[in-house]
């Protein structure tokens, strides 16, 4: 218990009042010796976060019950005050399971164990059994697209890779603005000012995919432009270069010098 307090910068008085009301789940016990682990420090310092907030103990103790009960994300939203609103899910993908022959037909040839590894690694797949789960029905029918178009596979999960480290960098952006002017403090919420809140997140969620769509798009009528223009000089240069000279085929011919008397 010492060297636990210790760790979180706490008194160890401090650490046996939230034994005593329940804040802090038991130790493991070997005979004498009670065992503390690293859960219980990050216990101790979802505690310290949640006061430093301006939650009391009281509330901390039923938010910690809430979600020891299954209650989850859910359920600390009703305590709240906000019931499911901000714990409804962002989206609306569909999974999908697929047979190992179900998958070949996606993707023929392309069914390696390097981009099933790939695809595990990223997320696009999961393990079902003896079948694959795919995450979303929507980048199963794109991915297979741009297969059938020519891009292998594994350029596909390449691209994936990226896009899905640029998505988190923008979905984090958004959050911290939302976090920053819609929700604001947990602590102490009116009634009034929890309802906004709750009617907020709702129009927010389809503000925040037009935002991403219209850049999206913007993005790629710039570059694809850029690319096709780019193109189009060059075959015009290449097509120039095989025709020869335009004033030879037309036939025309310069007139001859008069030779010196």
Do not use: C
Request: hydrophobic fraction near 40%; charged fraction near 30%.
């Amino acid at each position: 218990m010492e060297e636990l307090a210790e760790a979180a910068g706490i008194p160890v008085r401090t650490l046996r009042f939230y034994r005593e009301r329940r804040l802090l789940p038991p130790p493991r016990r070997d005979g004498r010796i009670a065992w503390y682990s690293d859960s219980h420090l990050a216990r101790l310092r979802t505690i310290a976060a949640l006061l430093e907030r301006g939650h009391t103990l009281g509330g901390i103790a039923e938010l910690i019950t809430a979600w020891e009960n299954g209650r989850t994300l859910g359920g600390v939203a009703e305590l709240l005050g906000l019931d499911e609103t901000l714990a409804a899910p962002w989206s609306d993908e569909t999974p999908v399971v697929l047979t190992p022959q179900e998958l070949a037909d996606y993707f023929g040839d392309d069914v390696s164990p390097e981009n099933l590894t790939t695809a595990l690694e990223i997320g696009y797949i999961a393990v079902d059994g003896e079948n694959a789960l795919h995450t979303s029905r929507r980048l199963l029918d794109v991915s297979a697209a741009l297969v059938r178009e020519g891009v292998p596979l594994a350029a596909v999960l390449a691209a994936g890779r990226e896009v899905r480290g640029h998505v988190d960098a923008i979905a984090e952006l958004f959050t911290q603005v939302v976090k920053t002017h819609v929700l604001g403090p947990p602590d102490d919420l009116p009634p009034e000012h929890v309802q906004r809140v709750s009617d907020t997140m709702q129009r927010l969620r389809p503000l925040a995919k037009d935002i991403v769509d219209a850049e999206m798009s913007l993005a790629m009528e710039r570059r694809v432009r850029t690319e096709i223009d780019t193109w189009l000089r060059r075959q015009a240069a290449v097509t120039g270069a095989d025709r020869g000279d335009p004033h030879q085929e037309t036939g025309e011919r310069q007139a001859p010098r008069e030779r010196p008397a």
